[in-house]
């Protein structure tokens, strides 16, 4: 079996990927520490695939203690170049229903306490941002949503909160009048990290709960959102396996060029074991 060239992030609820053959789990060391979990490596059909649970099976960290350096480099480590995450996400907007889903091309970060970049230290770099999701990725997965008969909603703007606490009324009132249309905790530093790393990123968002800004339907729980999760993913399931058989193998995007002008220190000036410590993000840097 080849190198895994797709990984899925399993967000709540989504401890593991079905119709996978030829599972193999695999422990990856990172710089970073231990991944959130052992990586599950097979094949749908022809095509390898990686799969992660963000939070581990059983659900052990936190939003905030997500090991996510760890996570992407060490699905880069194995060859990923496209990572499709799945999330449950709370809608800001009355059309965006629960068991809707959504595909975003926006992101407004209001973490706080995480570490959102590989470059630090000794040497520095400024990818661009302006577009968080690839766009391709993120076409063809809204395609296999739409495959599946599900209620699709093409585009909008993720807001990700710190956590582990849902909103107040306020905040999501405030959100609301920002036009965003979904909320969750776990899309940052994700998608910067993969920009960093060159791997094309797009998120598939199941609407669990409309936030607390509804005036007539539940505000958000754990339980509520758990339930919803759980009548989504199996849905979810076959929308992985779609978008997995589905996706070209050329690249035509700016995600795998990322970096090319995005180190502005002297390289010369970089040490030996920042070049090694990276070296699985940035090639043999020149």
Known sequence: MGEPKIGVIGGS????MQGLADVEEVDIETPFGPPSDRIATGRLGETSVAFL???????RFSPTDIP??????????????RIVSVSALGSLKNEVKPLDVLVPDQLIDRTRRRVSTFFEGSIAAHVSFSDPFCPV???ELGRAARGQSLETHMGGTYVVMEGPQFSTRAESNLYRS??????GMT???EAKLAREAQICYATLALVTDYDCWHKTEKEVSVGLVVANMQKNVAASQEVLKSVVLSIPDQRDCMCPTALANAIITDLGQVPEE???RLLVITGHLR
Do not use: D, M
């Open 68 to 81: 996510v350096r760890a996570n992407i480099f060490a699905l880069k480590k194995l060859g990923v170049e």
């Open 137 to 139: 990725l993120s076409q």
């Open 53 to 59: 649970p963000r939070h581990g099976r059983g659900h």
């Open 13 to 16: 609820g989504l401890y593991k």
């Open 187 to 189: 899309a940052l530093p």
């Open 274 to 276: 920042t070049r090694q």
């Open 178 to 183: 920002w036009g965003a249309s979904v909320i």
